[in-house]
């Protein structure tokens, strides 16, 4: 489990493709390797990742075919930046929201409209994502924790302070650029309730709530 608050900007050292539809990915980054161990997790842009072996502050990884076509991680080429923050301690602040580094699509940077002290980025949002997005919900985007300034049917626009254009890849990304999506988890959990609480009729009343011989509506 991540927060969405990025620890460290790094560096894809190398990318060796291992057969069998994987490959071994190598990061440089000395702050989030000064205490990681065979078998702990990085989120590299966004994507939980076990770290398999580090070596002088870089770390390497096991990457499937799987999560290099579903996310944009298939697109990175060595000297390429990657946000990279660290599993969320039990005890640490929970800067940003929840984020289980599981990426839900690929997004598109659409356009870029700076101002005095911020910018605005409005990103391409795979329609099959749109209901989990709402205007000040929350929404990850390349591992950042990010608050939905607008959002459309197949579009979504955030805020973006100097020092996240200056910490986080988000600064340097330019129109037409991919990024990973992770939708906020609370949002996909309920839907999964409320799919399984409503009934099977359409007569526009409200499904009965556990021990409520009535149900109707109210």
Request: hydrophobic share 40%; glycine share 14%; charged share 20%.
């Amino acid at each position: 489990m991540f927060t969405g608050i990025v620890e460290e900007l790094g560096e894809v050292v190398r990318i060796a493709d291992t057969g069998g539809d994987s490959a071994l990915v190598a990061i440089r980054g000395p702050l989030v390797t000064s205490d990681a161990r065979h078998g702990d997790s990085i989120a590299v842009n966004g994507v939980c990742l076990t770290v398999v072996d580090v070596d002088g502050g870089v770390f390497t990884a096991d990457v499937m075919g799987e999560t290099l076509r579903r996310s944009a991680l298939g697109g990175l080429r060595p000297g390429d930046p990657v946000n990279l923050e660290r599993a969320a301690a039990l005890n640490s602040r929970l800067g940003g929201h929840l984020v289980q580094g599981h990426v839900d699509g690929v997004g598109e940077v659409l356009s870029r409209e700076p101002a005095a002290q911020w910018e605005t980025l409005r990103f391409r949002l795979p329609t099959t994502l749109a209901r989990y997005v709402v205007e000040k919900g929350s929404i990850t985007v390349d591992g950042v924790s990010l608050t939905v300034a607008a959002v459309g049917d197949d579009w979504f626009t955030v805020g973006l302070i100097p020092t996240t254009l200056k910490l986080t890849t988000l600064g340097g990304r330019g129109v037409g650029a991919s990024v990973n999506l992770e939708v906020d988890v609370l949002a996909k959990y309920v839907e999964r309730l409320l799919d399984a609480r409503l009934p099977a009729g359409t007569d526009g009343t409200a499904p009965a709530l556990p021990g409520d011989a009535t149900g109707g509506a109210r």
